[in-house]
């Protein structure tokens, strides 16, 4: 069992930046893949990034590549998600979710096993 909790939304105008964080407690969380995860008002969840239980390998949805970086330190079990230029669309509940390692990176919400509360992130126009 993993139990993860997101912090760092918020409020941020266009243009800014906020870095998620995402800590794990329960089992070793370098045995786990991460993901993170939104899901704005009426939509589905979306993947937004994913990383390699070592950090070595990560995976971005197109709409977020060049603006953010996931990244991990398995000393302090914790996983980040740095937004740069944020936009107005990038609004959402935003989910921390964790999976076996031996099932490889993924983007499909349904194969992650665990997931923390999401955090709110707002960004004004």
């Known amino acids: 069992q993993v139990e993860l909790v997101e912090s760092g939304g918020g409020l941020v105008q266009t243009g800014g930046s906020l870095r998620l964080s995402c800590a794990a407690s329960g089992r070793t969380f370098s045995t786990y893949v991460a993901g993170w995860f939104r899901q704005a008002p009426g939509t589905d969840r979306e993947f937004v990034a994913t990383?390699?239980?070592?950090?070595?390998?990560?995976y971005y949805a197109d709409s977020v590549k060049g603006r953010f970086a996931i990244s991990r330190d398995n000393v302090k079990n914790t996983v980040y998600l740095q937004m740069n230029s944020l936009k107005p669309e990038d609004t959402a509940v935003y989910y921390c979710a964790a999976r076996r390692l031996e099932l490889g990176l993924g983007t499909l919400a349904r194969d992650y096993e665990y997931w923390g509360q999401g955090t709110q992130v707002t960004v004004s126009s």
């Open positions: 990383i390699s239980w070592s950090g070595s390998n990560t």
